[in-house]
């Protein structure tokens, strides 16, 4: 990525953290709550612990390696795909977040959580209609949850459809607040 590029992706971040901020992907959990309800081997818990130790302490590149190993052995265990794709894009390598969430769909096709990481590392890559797919299918995954659709209503805002935007916003927030998201949307386009 280069300099400019990477200035770029960080202030459309910046522009959007408002939006996105309760807007995240949902956590699959605490290690131990996966390990109980997984019947996960102590190797697999120990490998997802040592790997979140890593993240916690900066050491992307061993948290990646463990990450890696942890998936080897377990590949349906999706909150790995989730959090190796977490450390691609804290060092901006969002073609390589997509990879490891699309390499974790394979697994689980129809997953809310890594349908809706994809949208949004789509969103930072600017690729406005596939990060609209994926919050589509994310939505349809999980219709309870307001994440994806919210996710969904920014894209449409982003793209300029401000009428679908405002009906979607409108399925999760009150009228004020989804019109206040639309402004802020509204706003940034202009700039």
């Known amino acids: 990525m280069t300099p400019r590029r990477s200035a ?3 202030r459309l971040a910046a522009l959007l953290l408002p939006l996105l901020l309760g807007c995240s ?3 699959y959990g605490s290690a131990d709550d996966w390990a109980d309800a997984g019947g996960r ?3 697999s818990a120990a490998l997802h612990s ?3 130790l890593y993240a916690a302490q900066g050491r992307d590149a061993d948290a990646e390696a463990t990450l890696r190993a942890l998936l080897a052995r377990e590949p ?3 909150p790995g795909w989730e959090e190796l794709a977490r450390l691609y894009v804290r060092r901006e390598l969002l073609d390589g977040a997509v990879a490891a969430l699309e390499l974790g769909l394979q697994e689980a096709p129809d ?3 890594l349908l809706n990481d994809v949208g949004l590392c789509r ?3 600017r690729d406005l209609p596939a990060a609209e797919r994926a919050f589509v299918h994310a939505s349809a995954s999980a219709p309870d949850d307001a994440r994806p659709r919210s996710n969904l209503a920014l894209v449409l805002a982003l793209q300029g459809r401000d009428e679908e935007a405002l009906a979607v916003w409108q399925q999760v927030l009150p009228l004020a607040q989804a ?3 639309l402004d802020l949307v509204t706003a940034a386009r202009a700039r």
């Open 76 to 78: 349906a265990f999706l």
């Open 50 to 52: 040592m790997a979140r």
């Open 8 to 10: 770029r992706s960080r």
């Open 123 to 125: 969103l930072l890559q």
């Open 111 to 113: 997953d809310p959580v």
């Open 25 to 27: 992907a949902p956590s």
């Open 179 to 181: 019109r206040a998201n």
């Open 41 to 43: 081997a102590p190797e």
